[in-house]
């Protein structure tokens, strides 16, 4: 249930953005979402209705782009995807090392915003 403070933010940011453009209306808000994030996209659109209610969001739909989980090797500095379902014996496809830090696919973030 974490999706809740995620579309908090998000939403905040939708509406500076709203107001400063001077926007009527928000129809659609694009967002990338990195896999490890473990968003459901469903309860996302749930709780974005519900925080957007008799705003100028209000009935906006999300469009969500899942971005890949990148690890980077710290034995040789390669850079590799890893699949979410098969996180338990990650090895870098270069070297073999098992040692890496995530590069990206914790991070949420607004692509576009469709108003009128
Ligand atoms: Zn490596």
């Known amino acids: 249930?974490?999706?809740?403070?995620?579309?908090?933010?998000?939403?905040?940011?939708?509406?500076?953005?709203?107001?400063?453009?001077?926007v009527n209306k928000v129809v659609a808000v694009h967002l990338k979402v990195g896999e490890?994030?473990?968003?459901?996209?469903?309860?996302?659109?749930?709780?974005?209705?519900?925080?957007?209610?008799?705003?100028?969001?209000?009935?906006?739909?999300?469009?969500?782009?899942?971005?890949?989980?990148?690890?980077?090797?710290d034995n040789c500095g390669a850079s590799f995807n890893v699949d979410t379902k098969q996180t338990d014996d990650i090895a870098c496809p270069d070297c073999g090392g098992i040692k890496y830090s995530m590069v990206s696919g914790r991070e949420y973030y607004i692509t576009n915003m469709e108003a009128i």
Not at 1 to 22: C, G, R, T, Y
Not at 46 to 73: H, N, Q, S, W
């Open 1 to 22: 249930m974490h999706e809740l403070p995620v579309i908090n933010s998000i939403l905040k940011v939708v509406m500076k953005h709203a107001v400063a453009n001077n």
């Open 36 to 73: 490890m994030c473990d968003l459901e996209e469903k309860w996302m659109q749930d709780y974005f209705d519900y925080l957007a209610k008799g705003g100028i969001a209000e009935g906006a739909r999300l469009v969500v782009e899942k971005t890949p989980v990148v690890m980077k090797c």
